[in-house]
């Protein structure tokens, strides 16, 4: 339930684990987040935590910085995260080309996404890129309130439980008109489908990469008395056409695999070329 809200109570920062060093290096310090503010910069290596106990409201921690060849000390304090789930920037400053990267669909990213846009728009955007690669879903009405402003007026997606019942989720007039490029791969699963499968069907824009993961089902969590709680299937869901891709994924318009070894990412390099097609 924290995962799907994006706020939680900590430092702000992603941390990786070498499997064999044991060394725990920051992957990502937050913009705006305690860590940041403190001075952590990605790649500071986690040397030591002073004391056992870190749920106070400040924590000492002494990173070993490796640009600098030196130990620093940081007195961190603790606060409220909303972890940022979109990143955004002008892909081709000439061309108005807007790169949008959702990293997951939580409570917190629908207004991550329309603060993108907005920005985006401001900026002169005339086409955008959505990469939804290794994006594993999220919450269903999260997408759906994406997908309503972007989208012209019609169904965005339905679902049925097993008795039957269905239930449509329909976006208003209110669109993105412009050319659209959703860049997908095999772990963009649930909502990520939800997302390209409508943009897809709409005609609104192309799919590029590789077919996705293929989860069309929809889940809720049942909290129990004793704290714990059940996740359970309830529905599945069906694309604008009416398509269930559970187990099956959604196919790209344009395959475009990630070169090994590649000095560059050649996938996103296949979304911009698609895009500049569209745009022409």
């Not at 359970?232 to 994924?249: A, C, E, M």
């Not at 070894?261 to 390099?269: H, I, M, V």
Request: net charge negative; proline share 3%; with cysteine.
């Amino acid at each position: 339930m924290e995962q799907t809200s994006g706020t939680y109570s900590g430092i702000g920062a992603l941390v990786s684990q070498n499997a064999e060093t044991g060394i725990i290096t920051v992957v990502k310090a937050f913009a705006d987040a305690p860590a940041a503010k403190a001075g952590v910069k990605n790649g500071d290596i986690i040397y030591k935590v002073k004391g056992k106990e870190v749920t106070g409201v400040d924590i000492d921690i002494t990173v070993y910085r490796e640009s600098e060849k030196k130990y620093i000390d940081f007195t961190i304090t603790r606060d409220q995260v909303n972890e940022p789930t979109v990143e955004y920037k002008m892909l081709d400053k000439k061309k108005k080309i807007g790169y949008i990267q959702i990293s997951q669909f939580e409570e917190v990213t629908y207004d991550q996404f329309t603060k993108a846009l907005d920005d985006l728009k401001k900026q002169g955007m005339k086409a955008v890129i959505f990469d939804v690669r290794s994006n594993p879903g999220g919450l269903y009405e999260t997408v759906c309130k994406m997908l309503d402003e972007i989208l012209p007026e019609g169904n965005l997606v339905s679902t049925k439980d097993k008795y039957g019942n269905e239930e449509k989720q329909t976006s208003d007039s209110k669109c993105l008109d412009m050319p659209m490029v959703v860049l997908q791969n095999k772990d963009s699963a649930s909502a990520s489908e939800i997302f390209a499968g409508a943009i897809q069907d709409f005609n609104a824009g192309k799919i590029v990469g590789t077919q996705s993961f293929g989860k069309g089902i929809v889940q809720t969590i049942l909290p129990l008395s004793d704290g714990s709680a059940v996740k359970l299937t309830v529905q599945d869901y069906y694309t604008p056409s009416g398509k269930n891709i559970h187990g099956k994924g959604i196919t790209p318009d344009v395959e475009a695999k990630l070169e090994e070894n590649a000095t560059s990412d050649t996938q996103l390099e296949k979304a911009k070329e698609t895009i500049m097609e569209l745009m022409k």
